[in-house]
């Protein structure tokens, strides 16, 4: 991902956050997980630093939503690869991958609201930088 893009998703999901009454941490990373472009708007509490960033990382390495991750219980290819690079991945919802027409090309993580507004914050950054989240 190119940092324009990256930071055109800042500004997509920022225009969200702007509608909802929490204060967001907002991650993009590269298809690796490793961050590009990063913000913590004003109150965003300071474990969404690392929540966020977490989410993007498992959106990133899996291809998926990082919430998908989290349903039907543990999995051990997941946990495996989470337990080998340190718990850097987070399986939570508001995590969500970048396609840039059939490549991935990242990952976006939010953390600061609900799961739900997390995840809207996420794709409405991403929809706005005219990208998506699946092939």
Known sequence: ?????????????????????????????????????????????????????????????????SGKLAEGGPNPIHQGLMSMLGGRMIPGQGGLPVYDRETIIGAVGVSGGTPQEDEEVAAAGISYAGLSISI
């Open 1 to 65: 991902m190119e940092l324009n893009q990256a930071q055109k998703i800042i500004e997509g999901a920022q225009n969200k956050s702007n509608e909802l009454s929490a204060n967001f941490c907002i991650s993009v990373v590269d298809p690796r997980g490793d961050l590009i472009v990063f913000i913590r708007e004003d109150g965003a509490p300071w474990r969404s630093v690392f929540i966020s960033q977490g989410k993007a990382a498992a959106s990133a390495a899996f291809m998926q939503p």
